[in-house]
Nanobody, 125 residues
Framework: VQLVESGGGSVQTGGSLRLACVAS????????MGWFRQAPGKEREGIAT???????TYDDSVKDRFTLSRDVAKNTFYLQMNSLKPEDTAMYYC????????????????????WGQGTQVTVSS
């Protein structure tokens, strides 16, 4: 299993970025997939997930600004980030659990999770 993120960068407040996560080694559309982020000095937090049926769930901090989607043919899923704020500055990671209780970004109880290497997002004011 391999996950590779891309699309990070530096933008100003109110700008947009689209992150991509290419999955290999498994058919990701049958798995729970998620985006997490970690800011300097803070714990990693879950922000968005998509379950095998394509149902998405968002943390309140990004709801109505971020959109998670997937391209099954490309085994890729995306995080469209709009109306970015300085507090969105973090390293962003995609991940998939081998097993889980709920496919949710918070309190999902994920086990044996695979992670990508991360992509940096910096939002300046």
């Amino acid at each position: 299993v391999q996950l590779v993120e891309s699309g990070g960068g530096s933008v100003q407040t109110g700008g947009s970025l689209r992150l991509a996560c290419v999955a290999s080694g498994f058919t990701y559309s049958t798995y729970c997939m998620g985006w997490f982020r970690q800011a300097p000095g803070k714990e990693r937090e879950g922000i968005a997930t998509i379950d095998p049926q394509g149902v998405t769930t968002y943390d309140d901090s990004v709801k109505d600004r971020f959109t998670l989607s997937r391209d099954v043919a490309k085994n890729t899923f995306y995080l469209q980030m709009n109306s970015l704020k300085p507090e969105d500055t973090a390293m962003y990671y995609c991940a998939t659990p081998t097993t889980y209780v709920r496919c949710e970004p918070v309190g999902g109880d994920w086990f044996r999770t695979y992670w990508g290497q991360g992509t940096q997002v910096t939002v300046s004011s």
